[in-house]
């Protein structure tokens, strides 16, 4: 006996895909959307579908975008000779909530990871030499995560830069503001430590 429609069980299995959201989740988001007006499910159903017609990667960094150049690689304001490399269009949002990065982004859409396949010609890293090698970038700032993946594929982006004319700079990892020093790890000190900066 079939306790579960079909129809819902269909979208609790869609729901139970995308990351984070395990089977409870998907089924109590499921549940709330079968509670709600059918204008709001079919709301959602047209931006879903939108969302694949309207969406294309930006030529130049590689960031989702309605546009193409997307409104950062667009904007006359923003320095083109200084270039955060990130690895995913989620990491560009949040260094752009912060308002100090005024340069533009190259996004690799992915880290290194040998175990699943994921060498450098699977991530956009040879997109991101030829834009050094032919544009008029100064700097590259390496904005990958502190995991071991994160690491590797920054090895990787500043080998393949070596000699190619720009300077290529890491970003800073360390003691997170208001924490109590002897509470950090010890991988996470290090790195404070070899990311020191001159006061005087």
């Known amino acids: 006996m079939q306790i579960v429609p079909p129809a819902l069980e269909r979208l609790i299995n869609s729901f139970s895909r995308l990351p984070g959201i395990g089977r409870k989740t998907a089924t109590r988001l499921a549940l709330n959307l079968l509670r709600r007006p059918a204008s709001e499910a079919r709301e959602l159903a047209a931006s879903l579908n939108a969302l694949h017609q309207s969406i294309q990667l930006c030529s130049i960094c590689f960031t989702f975008s309605e546009d193409n150049p997307c409104a950062i690689c667009a904007d006359p304001k923003r320095n083109s000779e200084l270039i955060c490399v990130v690895e995913q269009p989620g990491d560009l ?27 450098p010609d699977e991530i956009k890293i040879k ?10 970038v100064r700097e590259v700032l390496i904005a990958t995560s502190s995991t071991v993946p994160g690491e590797a594929t920054a090895s990787c982006v500043i080998d393949r830069l070596q000699n190619k004319g720009a ?14 020093i002897k509470y950090a790890d010890q991988h996470t000190l290090a790195r404070a430590i070899e990311s020191r900066t001159q006061t005087t």
Request: proline share 4%; with cysteine; hydrophobic share 40%.
């Open 93 to 119: 949002m949040a260094i752009e909530k912060t308002a100090a990065f005024r340069g533009q982004y190259h996004i690799l859409h992915g880290v290194l990871s040998p175990m699943d396949g994921i060498g």
């Open 167 to 180: 300077k290529v700079s890491r970003l800073a990892c360390g003691i997170p503001m208001g924490m109590d």
């Open 127 to 136: 997109e991101l030499v030829t834009r050094v090698k032919n544009g008029t």
